[in-house]
């Protein structure tokens, strides 16, 4: 190939995008690889006889992209291998190359703190020469975009293998059977020659390289299935089949006129909106929109049924950069789907209900009348996000309570008087107990109460069979906050040296299994409920386990001491912020579903108000929390478990 020759070319973070993730991950890996293979054959006609090729990956992506393979293809061998805080004037040249040498970092060069000490993943070497790995926005786009995190980076280096048959490289086509044909740059396979040439005239496409692209599919045609393929195919379908029950429609919107539809409300792009993202401009408070659209989860859905138009189009990308003077239309979603005006307006109302009560939902009542005749107990549930405590607040667990509990009949000098017995993490999600009276006085909390917290937890590992039977563990100090240690301390008169030192003696000790029975008041019951383990394909081993703990200990975090006692006993929490790491190596499909919220909430009470009277409160566990949940997603029969 004519062209200047390179002494080394570099492809940094290769990616094609997340389109196809969610409707076929092993599509989305293909691609990706079919993307690595065509760069390692077309980079290599570029280089001279002593030239590399560099590229960086990130989590499981040499493994679910198959580099290995891609790189086997191509006649090219390993020659470095270094994560990206590693100087790249060590690796990146070849030895006795002295001629490069690191410039010296002037005062001015380093980039700010986060894209030098690993918050964003992992740390680079060039930040201190103000390297900043970002999302690529375009050119028009003028906003803030989030920083791309690059969780465990990698760098590999590779050079043209000297033994590897020029031969091979140029023969391109190899017939498999009459009607097959394979490229031998990516390994692919076709069912006719026609197919294959089409895909290697479009080595810049891989959608076309694996017979999926639009504008090719007349001519290249997809790649043979194998039995496995169409096994796995099958096994996926009640998953694709319940996501696309949530859909509103089937078919792309793009061909709906806008004129057969009802406009909500029509907004003209101000100057100050210029250059703006449509996801970030519907939910600014002074945009017409938003209204409608409150978060970007709606507006991401709103235009993926086609309900959001551009200058009378219909939008089709959630992250579409918007001009000045550009027309936002929203339309109803009710010309979409059948649907007559009173369910819509009852659907409406609901999620308006919903979003002014951030998803408490009050579920039960207990009325106690020896106590006060206004005085009653009641079982709330509150989503991950929501705080307990406080009445600073419009938006805390007890003033929402209180606004749901107060009777409109009633005068307004009733004060209605709210305290909360559970105080159950902001992060974790489930059940809180709080009483409710007419003054705070009367709202104090009985001391015959007591309430046993049953959480449901998803943890990292196969725990040992024992468990199904049940194991208590006792609750360390340190996992109690650091006052609360203190307060509980007999001996009030301990110097600080002293107080110290125990502090880092008990930091440091460990958490053993009890053989007998223990007190929940200081201890948790553990019992394990399911369990799976995934080890398909090229991905690493996913082992995962659904338990169910209880304790009746209160501190105000016992989410926050069930966390660390797993992490102690080497089975942490799935998401859990300090063990990164294990959620790095679960299958990409899962990171993508999992985002930000720990997999541990607590979802039933048992609520003993005295000797003679309990009552048991429960909610349904989220699915997340649920092996039987990642076993479909993931394609796993339970009885390849057992």
């Known amino acids: 190939m004519h062209g200047p020759k390179f002494d080394i070319i570099l492809f940094n973070h290769p990616h094609l995008g997340d389109a196809t993730l969610l409707s076929s991950e092993k599509h989305h890996a293909q691609r990706h690889h079919v993307l690595l293979s ?60 002295d001629t490069t040498v690191a410039a010296a970092v002037e005062s001015h060069y380093p980039c700010p703190r986060k894209y030098r000490n690993g918050k964003l993943g992992g740390k680079h070497w060039l930040g201190k020469y103000g390297y ?14 989030t920083d791309m995190t690059v969780h ?78 169409n096994d796995h195919q099958s096994k996926r379908s009640k998953v694709e089949e319940h996501q696309k029950s949530n859909l509103l429609a089937s078919q792309p919107m793009a061909y709906i006129s806008i004129e057969n539809t009802r406009t909500l409300v029509e907004a003209s792009v101000e100057s100050r909106f210029d250059s703006k993202r449509i996801k970030w401009l519907c939910r600014q408070e002074d945009f017409s929109l938003s209204k409608h659209i409150k978060s970007k989860k709606q507006c991401t859905d709103a235009i993926k049924i086609g309900r959001i138009y551009v200058n009378g189009a219909v939008a089709t990308d959630s992250s579409r950069i918007v001009r000045e003077h550009d027309i936002i239309t929203l339309i109803d979603a009710s010309g979409l789907i059948q649907e007559d005006n009173n369910s819509e307006t009852i659907k409406d109302c609901e999620e308006q209900r919903k979003e002014e009560n951030m998803g408490v939902k009050v579920l039960k009542e207990i009325p106690i009348e020896r106590y006060c005749p206004s005085y009653r107990l009641v079982v709330a549930y509150k989503p991950v996000g929501i705080r307990v405590v406080g009445s600073f607040s419009p ?73 199904r039977d049940g194991v208590y563990v006792m609750l360390p100090k340190n996992g109690v906050r650091k006052w609360k240690r203190q307060k509980a301390d007999k001996d009030h008169s301990k110097s600080l040296e002293s107080t110290d030192a125990n502090s880092k003696e008990n930091d440091t000790e460990g958490i053993e299994i009890a053989k007998s029975e223990l007190n929940l008041e200081h201890s948790i019951l553990i019992s394990c409920i399911d369990s799976l383990t995934s080890s398909a394909g090229n991905e690493k081993e996913t082992k995962l386990s659904t338990l169910s703990v209880h304790s009746k200990h209160d501190s105000g975090r016992l989410c926050s001491v069930i966390s660390f006692v797993f992490r102690r006993l080497g089975y942490p929490v799935v998401n859990d912020r300090f063990c990164k790491r294990e959620l790095a190596a679960l299958p990409r499909r899962m990171r993508n579903i999992l985002k930000q919220k720990i997999c541990i909430g607590c979802y039933s009470l048992k609520i003993q108000i005295d000797s003679n009277t309990s009552t048991i409160v429960d909610y349904p566990c989220h699915r997340r929390t649920q092996c039987t949940y990642w076993r479909d997603i993931l394609d796993i029969s339970k009885n390849d478990n057992e």
């Open 38 to 97: 065509h760069y390692f054959h077309s980079a290599k006609q570029f280089l001279n006889e002593t030239g590399r090729i560099h590229v960086c990956l990130c989590g499981n992506q040499p493994t679910t992209w198959n580099l290995a393979k891609s790189v086997q293809l191509n006649g090219l061998v390993y020659a470095a291998r270094e994560t990206t805080d590693s100087p790249v004037d060590k690796w990146l040249f070849r030895k006795g190359d």
């Open 395 to 467: 938006n805390t667990l007890e003033m929402i309570t209180k606004k749901l509990s107060e009777n409109p009949r009633d005068s307004k000098e009733v004060q209605v008087a709210c305290v909360a017995v559970s105080k159950l993490d902001t992060g974790c999600a489930g059940l809180c107990v709080l009483t409710l009276a007419k003054s705070m006085t009367e709202a104090t909390i009985p001391t015959t109460l007591q309430v046993t917290y049953k959480f449901t937890v998803l943890v990292h590992g196969t725990v040992p069979d024992e468990w």
């Open 152 to 229: 465990q980076s990698v760098n590999f280096v590779f050079e043209i293998d000297a033994s590897y048959s020029e031969m091979i490289q140029q023969k391109q086509i190899s017939v498999m059977k009459e009607s097959q044909a394979e490229c031998n740059i990516c390994g692919v396979s076709f069912k006719c020659k026609k197919a294959l040439h089409e895909h290697l005239k479009s080595p810049a496409l891989p959608d076309i390289m694996t017979g999926d692209f639009l504008h090719g599919k007349e001519n290249a045609q997809e790649p043979v299935a194998s039995q496995d393929q």
């Open 132 to 145: 900043r790995h970002r999302r690529t926005s375009g050119d028009l786009y003028g906003g803030n975009d």
